[in-house]
T-cell receptor, first 111, second 114 residues
Framework: QQQVKQSPQSLIVQKGGISIINCAYE??????FPWYQQFPGKGPALLIA?????SEKKEGRFTISFNKSAKQFSLHIMDSQPGDSATYFC??????????FGTGTRLTVIP | NAGVMQNPRHLVRRRGQEARLRCSPM?????VYWYRQLPEEGLKFMVY????????ESGMPKERFSAEFPKEGPSILRIQQVVRGDSAAYFC????????????FGDGTRLSIL
């Protein structure tokens, strides 16, 4: 049973465009939602994270939008660059429990 | 300022052999997490350890898998009598606090079972 559902599986975006990755969850106990970026052959790296008491968090070109009532959250990458090409994972955690990861989105940014 | 170090990076074993994966956490970190990543899938939690203690092993298969984090030396994930289904990338992460949000992952060990 997949606790966090992520879409799309893959995404191709032109350089300068906006990349949008969506995640949905059912467990209302989740209270921490991080996004990880993973390059081929590397481990995931924490990119940005949000808690459900805010609807949006922005760090540079990366923004998380959070919709508590819909139980959805998304990652927006503005002005996407070829260097952003990687696999992105959303995740969720309830309290002190472990992270549940989505299945990943492979982003390709075309020059 | 070394990050989380995992070795070996690649490990090939035949069915029935043992696999030992090592993880050295970041300096000053006393909490280690192991995750498994199957092809085209996200990471799945396996075990969470503090020095000399297993805090949570709810994600570990009941048989053949074990983990330790001794007072001295790296954390070890041990898989006995490996089977084809054990082929995966195994990632280790560390944290300075008793916190379930691993921020720093190693680059993983890719285990292939022949």
């Amino acid at each position: 049973q997949q606790q966090v559902k992520q879409s799309p599986q893959s995404l191709i975006v032109q350089k300068g465009g906006i990349s949008i990755i969506n995640c949905a969850y059912e467990n209302t106990a989740f209270d921490y939602f991080p996004w990880y970026q993973q390059f081929p052959g590397k481990g995931p790296a924490l990119l940005i994270a949000i808690r459900p008491d805010v609807s949006e968090k922005k760090e540079g070109r990366f923004t998380i939008s959070f919709n508590k009532s819909a139980k959805q959250f998304s990652l927006h990458i503005m002005d996407s660059q070829p260097g952003d090409s990687a696999t992105y994972f959303c995740a969720a955690r309830a309290g002190a429990n472990n992270l549940f990861f989505g299945t990943g989105t492979r982003l390709t940014v075309i020059p | 300022n070394a990050g989380v170090m995992q070795n070996p990076r690649h490990l090939v074993r035949r069915r029935g052999q043992e696999a030992r994966l090592r993880c050295s956490p970041m300096k000053g970190h006393s909490h280690v997490y192991w995750y498994r990543q199957l092809p085209e899938e996200g990471l799945k939690f396996m075990v969470y350890l503090q020095k000399e203690n297993i805090i949570d092993e709810s994600g570990m298969p009941k048989e053949r898998f074990s983990a330790e984090f001794p007072k001295e030396g790296p954390s070890i994930l041990r898989i006995q009598q490996v089977v084809r289904g054990d082929s995966a990338a195994y990632f280790c992460a560390s944290s300075p606090f008793r916190d379930r949000q691993p921020q720093h992952f190693g680059d993983g060990t890719r285990l292939s079972i022949l």
